[in-house]
């Protein structure tokens, strides 16, 4: 292959993960391949007074600046590039949409070690797998030996094999214990190639028998394989989504495709691998924030090669290259999740579509609780609907009550009706789940006598008690102190913990039902690795009785015994500045009730309130959520909301206070100066929490009733802002699709 010299010719364009909105020039090489040295491949080049990784944009003959003050690319990291023409267009595109930095964008989209400049390396993955004597050995005889016997039930109630990375994703220290297996000769080492070439061989246990509705979904997201689609798959919760996903990932695979699946959480992924592990007979790649780096290098590396068909991830794993992309499928894509909210503030979600349409390939959105601006683009019929009313299985919708509290004695959250319906679910040894969006003790420490409150210092928030740490901590910054005895204000008075939080209904659980086993699943709880997966797992054996969680419990995990859902506080969403919070709060409530009944049993669920007559509440008892949200959009529309505008919201935050209205002043002078459309302005003022972690917050939103008149205002607008002396004085970022207004 020719090596060309680049005599001083050929100028680099590259991308530089900083905050500047241009490419830098550098000179190529003095010796380069030029069939291999193509838009995409990672650079190390001089940057300042050190050295940076880059990424190759274009290269061409001239460069608008002093030849012979450009400095030479260091060395080329890539041969050939590890992207496509296709991947490097899509994250050009989100640079332009989003407004942000390439060079971010780009570095976003690789893992951290290869971020940081090091060697594509695919090690061969060790798995392990049970022996047949393995398998019909009865971990009771391992009482003495607790972790072997945890180790032996961890392989027995998964019938694939698992990997070093699954092994560490689930306990630190397993190698002792899978040490001890191996010689008793009930556990052995696997070396599995990651790809099956033989389509046969792709399924481990058969497919379920599928509805109308079902197969419906399935025979249409078929019959649009290689070519470009977006299908919402609504339905309600129990009525067999990951089945349809199932079934189409089949077809996709048996084609010698690639499938991209993301869901908005890290807790959702394990119940979902073990349903694609007991499916499919092949490697299956995880990518989310709790593995190691060394595990999402190699999880993209096969993805990128083609060594491996499913990717199994978080929105991080949106832009992870396919060399034989097939389907993206995005489940529970109502999720605020999706979008990230910090630096490079992109939706997952629109992305994947974007994706979808330059790949020719079909998305597939699922939800029970679609989001207005999905429901929209039926409406427009972007979207293909595919509706799945009904349960899988002989399970029925659970009933939905309200219960009125107003006047009732309450028992830290728990008033005696529900009690009443817990001793009576309980009593026929049936689950029941309590769902509480607060963790900790209380979410206020007060003074009885002159009405002090524990405040934190850094932000406009109430400091949450933590009784078990001792401690109080804010839920925003992360600052803790310890749990003070004594009213520093007036020195004499009591101190009280004011509100309603997990911990806290977690100890009146154990007085009134001391008899019984109660699980509580928070953020506070679940923070040990493989702790999460202990609890679901003892949920779904039957070990625990009443489950007491927050958000984490409300979307896609399946307790066959629940057959009681409480919600206890439904009031506290019901009052927002935010107009996204109604929509959130009716997700929240159907999403919550989705976990009562999903055998053959019926369920309940409770909310107990003191606005039973509120109409979100009544709308969604008696008519559902899509009616909800007909009434949603209906509202929307009339005051020119999203879906039916597009917005942008410019923040700003700085331990300044007079820093932002000087930078907003300046911002303000350009607006009037670029915007020729009717891109309506609104602002700057406040954040609705004004100080966090010690910096001020203020935000100017611009709303257009027409995205590309608000993307050309944003076009010149942001470049401008960029230049400003004030901005150097401020941290400001710009969020395109804001989900939320704080």
Avoid at 29 to 34: A, C, F, N
Avoid at 189 to 213: D, G, S, V, W, Y
Avoid at 449 to 465: F, K, L, P, Y
Avoid at 605 to 622: G, K
Wanted: net charge positive.
């Amino acid at each position: 292959m020719a090596k060309l010299p680049t005599d001083g010719a050929l100028i680099f364009k590259v991308a530089i993960p900083v905050p500047v909105y241009r490419l830098f020039d550098y000179l190529a090489p003095d010796v380069i391949d030029l069939h291999n040295v193509k838009p995409g491949v990672r650079l190390e080049v001089p940057f300042g007074k050190g050295k940076k990784i880059a990424f190759l944009v274009e290269i061409v003959q001239h460069s608008e600046l002093d030849v012979g003050k450009l400095k030479q690319v260091i060395r080329i990291l890539d041969h050939p590039s590890l992207l496509s023409a296709k991947d490097l267009w899509l994250m050009k595109w989100a640079s332009h949409y989003y407004h942000h930095p390439l060079g971010e964008v780009m570095s976003t989209a690789f893992p951290a070690a290869l971020r940081q400049g090091k060697s594509v390396v695919v090690k061969t993955e060790k798995r392990y797998t049970l022996t047949e004597l393995g398998k019909v050995t009865d971990s009771a005889g391992l009482q003495r030996s607790p972790k072997q016997k945890s180790m032996l039930e961890k392989f027995q109630s998964c019938p694939a094999s698992l990997s070093e990375a699954e092994l560490s994703a689930w306990n630190d220290n397993w190698r002792p214990a899978v040490k001890a297996l191996i010689a008793k000769q009930w556990v052995q080492l696997e070396l599995q190639a990651a790809k099956l070439n033989n389509p046969e061989a792709l399924i481990r246990n058969n497919a379920l028998q599928c509805n109308p509705p079902q197969q419906a979904a399935i025979e249409a997201v078929c019959a649009s394989l290689g070519q470009f689609g977006v299908f919402l798959l609504e339905g309600v919760t129990g009525s067999g989504k990951t089945e349809v996903y199932l079934q189409i990932i089949r077809t996709v695979l048996e084609r010698g495709q690639q499938v991209l699946v993301l869901v908005p959480e890290i807790t959702l992924t394990p119940q979902l691998e073990d349903r694609f592990r007991q499916r499919f007979a092949i490697s299956i790649a995880l990518s989310h924030s709790k593995l190691t780096d060394n595990q999402r290098q190699a999880a993209w590396l096969q993805m990128q090669q083609g060594d491996c068909s499913i990717l199994l991830g978080t929105r991080s794993a949106l832009f992870t290259p396919l060399k034989n992309p097939g389907l993206i499928i995005l489940d529970e894509e109502h999720d605020a999740s999706f979008k990230q909210q910090e630096g490079f503030r992109f939706s997952a979600r629109d992305i994947a579509v974007v994706r979808g349409k330059l790949l020719h390939i079909p998305v597939l959105l699922g939800s029970a609780t679609p989001s207005l601006e999905s429901l929209y683009n039926v409406d427009k019929q972007r979207y293909q609907l595919l509706h799945l009313p009904d349960r899988a299985g002989n399970a029925i919708e659970p009933v939905l009550q309200l219960l009125d509290i107003r006047n009732k004695r309450i028992s830290e959250g728990l008033s005696e009706a529900l009690i009443e319906e817990m001793r009576l679910i309980l009593s026929k040894n049936e689950q029941v789940l309590l769902f509480l969006n607060r963790r900790g003790f209380a979410p206020t420490l007060i003074c009885h006598s002159c009405g002090w409150v524990a405040r934190c210092q850094r932000c406009d928030a109430n400091m949450v008690i933590h009784f078990d740490e001792s401690c109080l901590r804010c839920h925003h910054c992360g600052q803790e102190q310890r749990l003070i005895k004594q009213c520093p204000a007036c020195k004499v008075g009591e101190l009280t913990p004011l509100g309603l939080g997990t911990e806290r209904v977690e100890k009146v659980l154990a007085e009134l039902f001391p008899d019984k086993v109660t699980v509580r699943l928070d953020r506070d709880s679940t923070q040990r690795k493989g702790s999460l997966e202990n609890y679901l797992q003892q949920i779904n054996q039957g070990k625990v009785d009443i489950i007491l969680g927050t958000q984490m419990l409300s979307k896609g995990h399946h307790f066959p015994n629940v057959t009681l859902v409480a919600i206890l506080d439904v009031d506290s969403g019901l009052f927002s500045i935010d107009f996204h919070a109604p929509e959130k709060l009716a997700q929240m409530i159907v999403q919550v009730s989705g976990r009562a009944g999903r055998a053959e049993k019926p369920g309940k669920v409770i909310m107990q309130t003191r606005q039973p007559e509120h109409p979100l509440l009544t709308t969604l008892i008696r008519e559902g959520y899509r009616s909800f949200a007909k009434t949603a959009l209906a509202e929307r529309k009339e005051a020119l909301l999203p879906p039916f505008s597009y917005q942008a919201l410019l923040r700003v935050q700085t331990g300044d206070v007079d820093s932002p209205p000087l930078f907003f002043q300046a911002v303000t002078a350009l607006v009037e100066t670029y915007n020729t459309g009717h891109t309506l302005v609104l602002g700057p003022v406040a954040a609705p929490m004004a100080r966090r972690a010690g910096l001020y917050r203020y935000q100017l939103l611009f709303q257009n009733t027409h995205r590309k008149e608000l993307q050309v205002l944003l076009d010149v607008l942001i470049p401008e802002i960029a230049k400003l002396k004030q901005a150097r004085k401020v941290r400001w970022s710009l969020d395109v699709d804001p989900v939320d207004l704080y």
